[in-house]
């Protein structure tokens, strides 16, 4: 053995053999594992742990042996490139040490200390930057905490709110949320229709609109990444749009976008799509934040619609309790009017007969909710032809067949000309065929398409075309209300509404008047 040059004996797995960081000179001897290493070693010989090293390196981990006063004896190239303040605050921490494990902040960063004893004499140290795990965790709390505010929903207040205030406040606190905690600058929000399987878009943030006659539904294919996260439950990162075939265009000139379904317990009630122009800045770090946010998205919205299937659930419960109450004084009423007649009072009787009928309209009216006109009949008895709106040609698009006839008859008693359509495709398709309208009514959410889209068709006809929307319950609507008011909507009529708030909308809506909203 005298005069033999010692030998080093790296230790190099099967996995990592022949990669570049693995090259060795002559005299160094690869084995595949410690136990050979020392088997095949010789007094005086080395033994070096590749594997290990690359493990650390990889990791972002320096390391270092120190003496128990904290005075480093040997230290690899990462601890060496720290700050001066870092290792010298590093060796004050193990000098004081009372943990094998040890956290402090300097440099603006959080530091992790390991500590092992390895012999009387030397303490092996690991040194992590674990700021990036740290940061993770406060921002994880910190979606907590928007999430939970999202859920506070107070009861009593939110029944007071209208349908577009409601949404409104829902849609201003996720937009903050996603800004200040996940630091998107263009998302969107659809949620997914049960009668239709569309995905309704309900909130944006520069993100361009679809075109008219565009639709997503849930299914895997030819809707787009969107519409396969909802058809499958599963989340989806797209590192590049340029050679993703799931990708449709969204945000204009977009490199990237993740997408994660909206869950409540495992139904799928919708999506929230990130989209970034820069390609490759979003990551699974990303992904898992916005998982985390999108339950508690799914959660606040699924909440909100209780409370209005709630109310719908009420208000048609009270009027079946209604129209059952009223049934026997009804008809005793009815009785008396025969009474009236037989007794040769008809003047009685027909006075009677008003009020009878006025009460069944009041009934009608409470069981029809928002699918009607409050006091339409009534209304119209006295209902004069309407100036600024005689000889208008008026469009009404809604699919409640009820409100559009009424809607259409009181217009028409206003002195317009009406052409009435129950779904957008039908208005789509008169307008091709040449309709130009001069005022248009109509519903936010169809069955076919929706408000924002019969705007958007009506001023591709017509420029600067007036018109009012309608709304009653749902989500799409806060949406459109938002977009279309943008694009200087001249109204928005919350169902049910009276004729007078209708005829109010209508001449404002043509004039450029100040409505009374309702």
Known sequence: MKGKKPSIHVVIPPALVGSDSCEHAADLKPVEDLAQAIRDSAPGDCIADAGASMLLRGLGTAAAMVNHSGEVSWADDRFNALPEAVRDEMCRQVADRRSPRIRFELEERLWELHIAD???ESIGILLVDASAAAELI????????AGMSLLRLDRQAVAQLSVADRLQRLDVAITEAVHANLDFDHFEIRLLSPDTNRLELVISEAI???????VLYAEAKGNGISGWVAATGRPYLCRDVRTDPLYEEGLDEAMCSLTVPLKVGDRVIGVFNIECDTAGVLDETDLELSIRFGEYVASALHLLDLLVVERITTSEATANRLTETMAAPLKALRALQSELVDAGHEA???TLQQAVDAINACVDMCAAGPRSVIDAE???RTLQAEPALQGRSVVVVEDEERIRDEVTRIMTQ?????????????FFGALKDGLIPELVLSDIRLGDSSGYEVLTAAREAAQDVPVVLMTGFGYDPNHTIVRASAEGVQGVLLKPFRVHQLVDAMRAAITGETANRR
């Open 118 to 120: 390895c012999n009387q």
């Open 138 to 145: 406060r921002r994880r709390a910190a979606i907590d905490a």
């Open 208 to 214: 361009s609109p679809m075109r008219v006659g565009e």
């Open 348 to 350: 009685q009787a027909g």
């Open 378 to 380: 009534q209304d119209m």
């Open 414 to 426: 206003l002195g317009c000309t009406v052409a009435a359509f129950p779904t957008g495709g039908a």
